[in-house]
């Protein structure tokens, strides 16, 4: 009788995973610094950042998968991917909104695309479980939340501070800043565990 050890799924790049866990953390700061300036001033001095933080939130998704995340599934690149792939819809539909030239598809095409992405990452995430702690179920949270707030702007919940019919309020974006960076931190943190 043969014995075949199992070598546990972990991770593969550690630096690519200390990076996208940096980049969320950058991401989530710089989105809240826009939600707070953009809440006070109506004519937002910092309306650049509202560009710069999708295209971060975009290469920190694409970090993560190439650092296998999820072990070597498949299935969380494949989620990731699409999750950074609705931000670059989402940031187009934002240019072509701001230039007269509205697309009405592309906004809840970039959301709903953002929304699966990340629950199917998260999900594939957490199931091979290559990395642990808060940073194993952090993205099913995140999407879970994000899920949340969608039906509820969807179906024109009015859960004032949290989300309405225009989207997340104050409350429910704050919450979704504090998950990413704590996502972040958790990746990063696990990253340097590996490295170890």
Do not use: C, H, K
């Not at 001095?45 to 995340?69: E, K, M, Q, Y």
């Amino acid at each position: 009788m043969t014995t075949t050890t199992v070598t546990p799924v972990v991770a593969t790049t550690p630096r690519l995973l200390l990076l996208g866990g940096a980049a969320l953390v950058v991401g989530a700061v710089l989105e809240l610094v826009y939600g707070l300036v953009e809440s006070v001033l109506p004519q937002n001095p910092l309306s650049v950042i509202g560009f710069i933080t999708p295209v971060i939130l975009a290469v920190a998704a694409v970090l993560l998968a190439l650092g296998g995340i999820g072990g070597r599934s498949a299935l969380a690149r494949i989620g990731l991917f699409v999750y950074a792939g609705a931000y670059a819809i989402l940031l187009i539909a934002s240019i072509a909104a701001m230039t007269g030239n509205v697309i009405e598809l592309l906004f809840p095409l970039g959301g709903t695309l953002l929304t699966f992405g990340l629950l199917v990452a998260g999900i594939e995430v957490a199931r091979v479980g290559a990395v642990g702690g808060y940073a194993r179920w952090g993205l099913l949270i995140l999407g879970a939340w994000i899920l949340f707030i969608d039906i509820a702007a969807f179906t024109g919940l009015d859960l004032a501070v949290i989300a309405d019919a225009d989207g997340p309020g104050f409350a429910g974006a704050l919450v979704r800043v504090v998950l990413l960076a704590a996502e972040g931190v958790a990746i990063a943190v696990a990253a340097r565990s590996i490295r170890q």
